[in-house]
Antibody
Framework: QVQLQESGPGLVKPSQTLSLTCTVS??????????WSWIRQPAGKGLEWIGR???????NYNPSLKSRVTISVDTSKNQFSLKLSSVTAADTAVYYC???????????WGQGTLVTVSS | SYVLTQPPSVSVAPGKTARITCGGN??????VHWYQQKPGQAPVLVIY???DRPSGIPERFSGSNSGNTATLTISRVEAGDEADYYC??????????FGGGTKLTVL
């Protein structure tokens, strides 16, 4: 059973870059045909997909965030990462990492980590 | 961009059947996935590919998808089913799209 765990700063200043890492355990991030995604949820609001990276390293991003997002993978550490630049208060949210086995559904999720953007 | 529309709330008495809809333009041509999210927890996949259930999800949860509406049906509703429910699709232009979510209240 694969497990995902988000980590990173819980507080980021406006205009800076938000950086989070998702550590995968119970399986290799580079095995199989999986997509690894980041999803966020502002308090009291719905889910918003940020983007994903495939096992091969190819990426897809939400068009509304594309200019600010970079997702990368480090297979040696069994991790994938999110960088979101030029953050504002609107980027305050719980950030989840999730695994998609290829059919477009998210079958495994991390527990989520709260990131607050504030000075 | 592709839009999925869900009712903000649905209420149902215990033991009855709850139906949560997800509307989208020709959604019947897409694969719809459904998630259950309880307060303070990560979402859990309850239905994928319109009507398939992951292992561990009760048979009381079922799904259908046709035309412009997909539906999540929960039979014999229990107090523990009270949660937010989200539909989700993959759209070629918008990538991954989530519905706005429906709060299921068990009366």
């Amino acid at each position: 059973q694969v497990q995902l765990q988000e980590s990173g700063p819980g507080l980021v200043k406006p205009s800076q870059t938000l950086s989070l890492t998702c550590t995968v355990s119970g399986g290799s991030i580079s095995s199989g045909s999986y997509y690894w995604s980041w999803i966020r949820q502002p308090a009291g609001k719905g889910l918003e997909w940020i983007g994903r990276i495939y096992t091969s390293g190819s990426t897809n991003y939400n068009p509304s965030l594309k200019s600010r997002v970079t997702i990368s993978v480090d297979t040696s550490k069994n991790q994938f990462s999110l960088k979101l630049s030029s953050v504002t208060a609107a980027d305050t949210a719980v950030y989840y990492c999730a695994r998609d086995p290829g059919g477009g559904s998210f079958q495994d999720w991390g527990q989520g980590t709260l990131v607050t953007v504030s000075s | 961009s592709y839009v999925l529309t869900q009712p903000p709330s649905v209420s149902v008495a215990p033991g009855k059947t709850a139906r949560i809809t997800c509307g989208g333009n020709n959604i019947g041509s897409k694969s719809v996935h459904w998630y259950q999210q309880k307060p303070g927890q990560a979402p859990v996949l309850v239905i994928y590919y319109d009507s398939d259930r992951p292992s561990g999800i009760p048979e009381r949860f079922s799904g259908s998808n046709s035309g412009n509406t997909a539906t999540l049906t929960i039979s014999r509703v229990e107090a523990g089913d009270e949660a937010d429910y989200y539909c989700q699709v993959w759209d070629s232009s918008s990538e991954v799209v989530f519905g706005g979510g429906t709060k299921l209240t068990v009366l």
